[in-house]
T-cell receptor
Framework: DAGVIQSPRHEVTEMGQEVTLRCKPI?????LFWYRQTMMRGLELLIY????????DSGMPEDRFSAKMPNASFSTLKIQPSEPRDSAVYFC???????????FGDGTRLSIL | RKEVEQDPGPFNVPEGATVAFNCTYS??????FFWYRQDCRKEPKLLMS???SGNEDGRFTAQLNRASQYISLLIRDSKLSDSATYLC????????????FGTGTKLQVIP
């Protein structure tokens, strides 16, 4: 069974660069979530989609962050321009139905220099 | 008040001990509840869902107290491999769906 697949696993880039994180949810799951985790703030929900439609993006920190889900099997989270304070682990998760457990990908460890 | 609160710990317990964690939530519209464990530098993994009547999975027991708005996780006969951070998750439903993770409780089981 393929789980949630995220890429890249690690990303190191200089501030000001555009960063694109990718996620493939579990097939058949209709909810997709993007989270950011830091030591200081814990796990924060950035945005979630239902059937490819963004439902709640109130957690997106600012206009530099954007997320898309062009189809049921792919989503991106983009940061442009990136800043050192964006350094964190970014997780993607998916679930089948709102009340069902979320399954997480391995995460992308992002470092902005 | 935070929407979901957990004691950050760490809880240091000897092998074989019983340990319990609580997680309080503030939104009375919360409908579904889960416990996840997260190992260092890994993704959160589902430990168990929490049902209204309480549920057990081996050494793990989860309880829900709607009146006092908290969920609990009990671990019996602690193993070294139980050392991890335990996160509670609360979801509301209805007009405004929201999911919130607690900040986690760190457990260290000591030989």
């Amino acid at each position: 069974d393929a789980g949630v697949i995220q890429s890249p696993r690690h990303e190191v880039t200089e501030m000001g660069q555009e960063v694109t994180l990718r996620c493939k949810p579990i097939s058949g799951h209709d909810y997709l979530f993007w989270y950011r985790q830091t030591m200081m703030r814990g796990l924060e929900l950035l945005i979630y989609f239902n059937n490819n439609v963004p439902i709640d993006d109130s957690g997106m920190p600012e206009d530099r962050f954007s997320a898309k889900m062009p189809n049921a099997s792919f989503s991106t989270l983009k940061i442009q321009p990136s800043e050192p304070r964006d350094s964190a682990v970014y997780f993607c998760a998916s679930s089948y139905g709102w009340n069902q457990p979320q399954h997480f990908g391995d995460g992308t460890r992002l470092s902005i220099l | 008040r935070k929407e979901v609160e957990q004691d950050p710990g760490p809880f240091n317990v000897p092998e074989g001990a019983t340990v319990a964690f609580n997680c309080t939530y503030s939104n009375s519209a919360s409908q579904s509840f889960f416990w996840y464990r997260q190992d260092c530098r890994k993704e959160p993994k589902l430990l168990m869902s929490v049902y209204s009547s309480g549920n057990e999975d081996g050494r793990f027991t989860a309880q829900l107290n709607r009146a006092s708005q908290y969920i609990s996780l009990l671990i019996r006969d602690s193993k070294l491999s139980d050392s991890a951070t335990y996160l509670c998750v609360v979801r509301t439903a209805g007009g405004y769906q929201k999911v919130t993770f607690g900040t986690g409780t760190k457990l260290q089981v000591i030989p």
